[in-house]
C-alpha cells in the first residue's frame, strides 16, 4: 500500500514529537519538516531522516496530510493555505483565535471533504478511554488542572493553554448545549492570566466547576464525575481510577450498595495514538475522533471565559 506522505509545521516543544512519531509509522513517509527558525528545523530533519523547509509552502503538491504546531495566531493563516491546497491538516489547539476563523476554516474543509483534526490530546488519554463505558449523564463535574510555573507558552492566557483541555473533555462527556457560564481568573507572573476557574452550566442540568492554574507548587490533574448511579474519580498523576457504582449485590463495605473499584492505568503513548487516529481518518476519509466543530465549541466556551475574566479584571483596576 502506498505510504501517506506526511509532513510537520513547526517543530518546537511539540512539534518535534510530531515528526519524531511519524518518522516511526510504517505507513507514514514523513516528506519534511518546516519552521521559520532554519537552525531548529534542520536540527530536528537530521534527527527523523527527512527534509528542512522554512517555508509552509514548499509542501504545496508534496505531501497528503501535515501536523500544524505552530503558534496559535498563526493557525489559521497556515491552515487555510494547506486546505486550499486539498491537504489534511491535524491542528494542535486551540484551533484559531476566533470562532470566526474556525468557521471559515470548517466551512472551505466540508466544501472540499477535507480532514480538520484538532490536536486535544487528552481525548486519547487511556484514563479517559476507560471511562466511556462508565460515565453516561454526569450531573455534576470537577476538574483541576495545577501546573508548576514553566514559562513556556505564556504568550496565551492558562484558559487556552490548560484549561481548554478540560473543557473539550467535559463537552464530549456531557454532550448537552451550554446553558450559562461564571468564571474569574487574574494574571500573577504573566501578562496573561495564569489561574482561572469557571462554572459551565448545561441544559441537561449538569454542572461543571473547572480550575486551570500553571503557578502551582505541584502538577496535579484530577477530575471527578458524578452521575445518578455511579461516581468516578480519576487521578492522572496517580495514574488510578476510582469508580463508585450502584449495586443491589453489596450489602456491606464501605457505601452499602455500592461496588468500589480502584484500578491503575499506564500512561500510555497518548498523542502516537492521536498520530495514528489522525493517519487513519486520513487515509479512510472518516471523521476523526476530535472534529474541527469539538475544537471551534471549546473555542467559543473558552473565549466566554476569557472575556469574562477580562471584565471582572477591569473592574478593579
Not at 523547509?53 to 514548499?58: L, M, N, Q
Not at 476566533?98 to 470548517?106: F, G, H, N, P, V
Amino acid at each position: 500500500m502506498k505510504k501517506l506522505r506526511v509532513g510537520v509545521i513547526g517543530v518546537g516543544y511539540l512539534g518535534q514529537f510530531h515528526a519524531e512519531k511519524y518518522a516511526r509509522m510504517n505507513d507514514v513517509d514523513l516528506v519534511g519538516v518546516v519552521d521559520i527558525d532554519k537552525n531548529r528545523a534542520e536540527t530536528v530533519a537530521e534527527k527523523v531522516n527527512t527534509k528542512a523547509y522554512i517555508d509552509h509552502k514548499a509542501l504545496f503538491g508534496n505531501v497528503d496530510a501535515v501536523s500544524i504546531a505552530v503558534p496559535t495566531p498563526v493557525h489559521f493563516v497556515i491552515a487555510k493555505d494547506f486546505l486550499l491546497n486539498n491537504i489534511d491538516i491535524l491542528i494542535e489547539k486551540p484551533i484559531t483565535e476566533t470562532t470566526e476563523e474556525a468557521d471559515e476554516l470548517i466551512h472551505l474543509a466540508e466544501s472540499r471533504d477535507l480532514v480538520i483534526q484538532v490536536g486535544h490530546l487528552e481525548r486519547f488519554n487511556p484514563a479517559i478511554v476507560a471511562l466511556k463505558d462508565i460515565v453516561k449523564t454526569p450531573m455534576f463535574i470537577e476538574s483541576h488542572r495545577l501546573s508548576i510555573f514553566q514559562g513556556r507558552c505564556t504568550d496565551v492566557s492558562v484558559v487556552l493553554d490548560l484549561m481548554i483541555h478540560d473543557i473539550d473533555l467535559i463537552l464530549n462527556f456531557v454532550r448537552s448545549e451550554i446553558s450559562a457560564v461564571y468564571a474569574s481568573g487574574v494574571p500573577v507572573v504573566s501578562e496573561h492570566v495564569d489561574i482561572a476557574n469557571a462554572r459551565l452550566e448545561f441544559e441537561s442540568g449538569c454542572v461543571a466547576n473547572v480550575t486551570a492554574s500553571r503557578i502551582s507548587t505541584k502538577n496535579e490533574r484530577k477530575i471527578r464525575l458524578f452521575q445518578r448511579d455511579a461516581y468516578v474519580s480519576v487521578d492522572f498523576s496517580k495514574k488510578e481510577i476510582t469508580a463508585i457504582q450502584l449495586d443491589g449485590n453489596v450489602d456491606c463495605g464501605l457505601i452499602p450498595g455500592m461496588d468500589i473499584k480502584q484500578v491503575s492505568f499506564e500512561t500510555g503513548d497518548a498523542l502516537e495514538n492521536e498520530l495514528k487516529s489522525f493517519v487513519n481518518a486520513v487515509i479512510h476519509r472518516e471523521a476523526p475522533v476530535v472534529t474541527a466543530q469539538m475544537g471551534r465549541d471549546a473555542l467559543e466556551i473558552a473565549l466566554n471565559i476569557m472575556g469574562q475574566i477580562k471584565e471582572g479584571v477591569r473592574k478593579f483596576l
